[in-house]
């Protein structure tokens, strides 16, 4: 499985944009990006996920380098709620019913402070 | 719609004893895995079961073990416990695509004394 790199920690003041780097050199072509979040005390929950293109929903950005290496997750305006780990990891798309479709390998992600 | 359920939510043991984790997954899907996470390894990768059967396993003794019934809830059973299973057991479900959204559980927090 790919590897993906982030840094330990980041502190962000709250309603102002954070930028969640990722680096992942050795990524395949037909690897997805994926980022999921944990709150404390919580299960990871999903946030965004995409192949080439940067990608928008209700909850973040993410902008793919033109190279694919490296991802920036977007959190536009931080708030206290957004305080979590973050991971970035790399999925295969496996043929459906292949066998690889439920395994996510964690990294230690990023810790993300809001200071109010 | 229900998202993931995990029982019981807190567990305490003892060494050597065996203990069994329970997980009914979200309506529909058919894609249950199990994760340890424990504040020096993070979060690792157990097994997935899908229509009842283990189709992908980490790298865990045999201690570790689960089942899928036939309504995708899925059990995970660790014997001979031992003081370093002591760990938040997660659950997660899927539909049966590599890049579908895998929702997770609260966890069970398994306690070894």
């Known amino acids: 499985d790919a590897k993906t790199t982030q840094p330990n920690s980041m502190e962000s003041n709250e309603e102002e944009p954070v930028h969640l780097p990722c680096n992942h050199s050795?990524?395949?072509?037909?690897?997805?990006i994926h980022w999921y979040r944990q709150l404390p005390s919580q299960g990871p929950e999903y946030v965004i996920h995409?192949?080439?293109s940067n990608v928008n929903n209700r909850m973040a950005s993410l902008a793919i380098a033109e190279d694919r290496k490296s991802s920036t997750l977007i959190l536009h305006r931080a708030t206290l709620r957004d305080a979590a780990v973050y991971y970035c990891?790399?999925?295969?798309?496996?043929?459906?019913?292949?066998?690889?479709?439920?395994?996510?390998?964690f990294g230690q992600g990023t810790t993300l402070q809001v200071k109010p | 719609k229900a998202g993931v359920t995990q029982t019981p939510r807190y567990l305490i043991k003892t060494r050597g004893q065996q203990v069994t984790l329970s997980c009914s997954p979200i309506?529909?899907?058919?894609?249950v895995s199990w994760y340890q996470q424990t504040p020096g390894q993070g979060l690792q990768f157990l097994f997935e079961?899908?229509?009842?059967?283990?189709?992908n396993k980490g790298n865990f003794p045999g201690r570790f073990s689960g089942r899928q019934f036939s309504n995708s809830r899925s059990e995970m059973n660790v014997s001979t416990l031992e003081l370093g299973d002591s760990a938040l057991y997660l659950c997660?479900?899927?539909?049966?695509?590599?890049?579908?959204?895998?929702?997770f559980g609260p966890g069970t927090r398994l306690t070894v004394l």
């Open positions: 997660a479900s899927g539909k049966d695509s590599s890049t579908d959204t895998q929702y």
């Open positions: 050795t990524i395949s072509g037909t690897d997805y």
């Open positions: 995409g192949l080439t």
């Open positions: 990891i790399l999925r295969s798309p496996g043929v459906i019913g292949s066998g690889n479709t439920g395994k996510l390998i």
């Open positions: 309506s529909g899907h058919r894609s």
């Open positions: 079961y899908f229509s009842e059967t283990q189709r």
